[in-house]
């Protein structure tokens, strides 16, 4: 971020709101009915990478930049991720825009199956094979017979 008065917010809709903020005290996290939480510093006009990782089945929230972690915060949503957001504004009460400006590049949202979801699934695909095994017996014994 390059100028002193503006924020980047990145919103995630759950549907009630949680938001990772970069702006002049640093980078923190605002989760409703929680004190917001400090995670890190930049300076004016920093490169960085910048990554989070959020696990919804643990509801947390771990903060990474350029690959080391600044901490975790509770992540608890009220449903699944419905959008995620980014918000780039003034912070000043007068509104005058001082030519801030962010660049972000390269913006990357994977959704990994939760450990239940892969045990289903190999559960489903091991009964199938059973199934597929004991229709052959059944077969292969009124053939014989």
Same mark, same amino acid.
């Given at each position: ?13 759950? +549907?009630?709101?949680?938001? $990772?903020?970069?702006?002049? !005290?640093? $980078?923190?996290? *605002? ?5 917001? =939480? @400090?995670?890190?510093?930049? =300076? /004016?006009?920093?490169?960085? #990478?910048?990554? @989070? #990782?959020? /696990?919804?089945?643990? #509801? *947390?929230?771990? &903060?990474?930049?350029?690959? $080391?972690?600044?901490? =975790?915060? +509770?992540?608890?949503?009220? /449903?699944?991720? #419905? ?6 504004? &003034?912070? =000043? ?11 972000? /590049? ?6 990994? +199956? ?21 229709? !052959?017996? *059944?077969?292969?014994? $009124?053939?014989?017979?």
């Amino acid at each position: 971020m390059i100028g002193g008065a503006t924020r980047l917010t990145v919103l995630f809709d759950t +549907p009630s709101v949680r938001n $990772i903020v970069f702006d002049t !005290r640093g $980078i923190w996290v *605002q989760e409703p009915f929680v004190p917001e =939480t @400090a995670f890190g510093s930049f =300076t /004016d006009g920093e490169a960085f #990478h910048f990554g @989070a #990782h959020l /696990d919804l089945m643990n #509801h *947390q929230m771990s &903060l990474f930049k350029n690959g $080391i972690l600044l901490g =975790t915060a +509770p992540f608890s949503p009220d /449903d699944y991720i #419905h959008d995620i957001r980014f918000s780039f504004g &003034l912070k =000043t009460s007068d509104g005058i825009p001082d030519g801030g400006a962010v660049g972000i /590049d390269n913006i990357l949202v994977v959704a990994a +199956p939760e450990p239940g979801c892969a045990s289903l699934v190999a559960l489903s695909f091991g009964l199938a094979v059973l199934w597929k095994r004991r229709s !052959r017996e *059944q077969r292969a014994s $009124i053939l014989e017979n």
